[in-house]
């Protein structure tokens, strides 16, 4: 059964720690994203990749950071967590948009994050 | 720049009743648009999508949504609902120069009660 796997399903940190959050994907998928999710406000793109060492910034990208080493990791890292990053995060992966196609995602089952 | 309003946060209902979850979309090139299910807990899975072709789109768990250009929505139904449907619902678009990013919408919460 293909799948993206989040590390953690809860943590709690602490304000100022640097904090990471990893993801993998195991369908060879080109693209992989990072959203947060917080009630009334859907999902918001913070960053995503459209390859190996690339990233680009989404909507709200401030205070995060990505990485992207390997084609099926995409890590999200809070380089100083504050407590308005409590949040739940949620990483996706697609095939490219191919012509006038898109594939749509699939998403991991997500990362409760607290920050304290 | 593409958006998606959903039109109700919360949608109460009860089993076996119909539903309709309301999305409407604004763009100013072709649309695709899909509806993702969270249930808690969980990540998003993929309801059903439209892409091209015929308006009306047949999903999982007996569910469907019509597009509909000339009023720009994409409105999912199901004719009668089960208790296992409860969950929050997400409606989403992308374009094709939009590099396969979704947008999605603020989510419905569909509770049904028995």
């Known amino acids: 059964d293909v799948k993206v796997t989040q590390s953690s399903r809860y943590l709690v940190k602490r304000t100022g720690e640097k904090v990471f959050l990893e993801c993998v994907q195991d369908m060879d998928h080109e693209n992989m994203f990072w959203y947060r999710q917080d009630p009334g406000l859907g999902l918001r793109l913070i960053y995503f990749?459209?390859?190996?060492?690339?990233?680009e910034k989404g909507d709200i990208p401030e205070g995060y950071s990505v990485s992207r080493e390997k084609k099926e990791r995409f890590s999200l890292i809070l380089e100083s967590a504050s407590t308005n990053q409590t949040s739940m995060y949620l990483c996706?992966?697609?095939?490219?948009?191919?012509?006038?196609?898109?594939?749509?995602?699939?998403f991991g089952s997500g990362t409760r994050l607290t920050v304290v | 720049a593409q958006s998606v309003t959903q039109l109700d946060s919360q949608v109460p209902v009860f089993e076996e009743a119909p539903v309709e979850l309301r999305c409407n979309y604004s763009s100013s090139v072709s649309v695709y648009l899909f509806w993702y299910v969270q249930y808690p807990n969980q990540g998003l899975q993929l309801l059903l999508k439209?892409?091209?072709?015929?308006?009306l789109v047949k999903g999982i768990n007996g569910f469907e949504a019509e597009f509909n250009k000339s009023q720009t929505s994409f409105h999912l139904r199901k004719p009668s609902v089960h208790i296992s449907d409860t969950a929050e619902y997400f409606c989403a678009v992308s374009t094709y120069n939009q590099g396969g990013k979704l947008i999605f919408g603020q989510g419905t919460e569909l509770s049904v009660k028995p």
């Open positions: 439209y892409l091209s072709g015929s308006t």
């Open positions: 996706a992966s697609s095939l490219p948009s191919i012509g006038r196609g898109n594939y749509g995602y699939t």
């Open positions: 990749s459209y390859d190996v060492k690339m990233k």
